[in-house]
């Protein structure tokens, strides 16, 4: 019987960690993992570093910039493309009164 994966799986991984005497750095990421019976996709983006100083453990989340400016651009568009589409509908209404 064929092997099944579940269709999505989000995953947080964690990176290699980078020590340099008393530091440990450690990457974290996420990865959200779709499945098709042709194929399908990943897509990875940072979540947080890992740091380790004698013994204290602190993590600082990384902020996914290009995410926030991906986001932004596809509201603006989908604004203006209702903008246009409502303008569109009140335009011929007008012309046919």
Same mark, same amino acid.
């Given at each position: 019987?064929?092997?099944?994966? @579940?269709?999505?799986? +989000?995953?947080t991984?964690? &990176?290699k960690?980078? $020590?340099?005497?008393?530091?440990t750095? *450690? ?14 996709f990943?897509?990875?983006r @940072?979540?947080?570093v +890992?740091?380790?100083?004698? &013994?204290?453990?602190? $993590? ?5 910039? *290009?995410?926030?400016a ?11 493309t ?7 509908? +009140?335009g011929?209404?007008?012309?046919i009164?």
């Open positions: 019987m064929a092997n099944w994966k @579940p269709f999505i799986e +989000l995953k991984n964690t &990176g960690p980078i $020590r340099n005497e008393s530091v750095i *450690t990457p974290q990421a996420q990865a959200l993992t779709v499945h098709f019976p042709f194929g399908g990943v897509w990875n @940072p979540v947080a +890992l740091i380790e100083i004698d &013994g204290r453990r602190e $993590r600082f989340p990384v902020s996914d910039v *290009t995410r926030v991906l986001l932004a651009m596809g509201g603006a568009s989908l604004v203006f209702l903008i246009a589409v409502f303008a569109g509908i +009140l011929r209404r007008n012309v009164d």
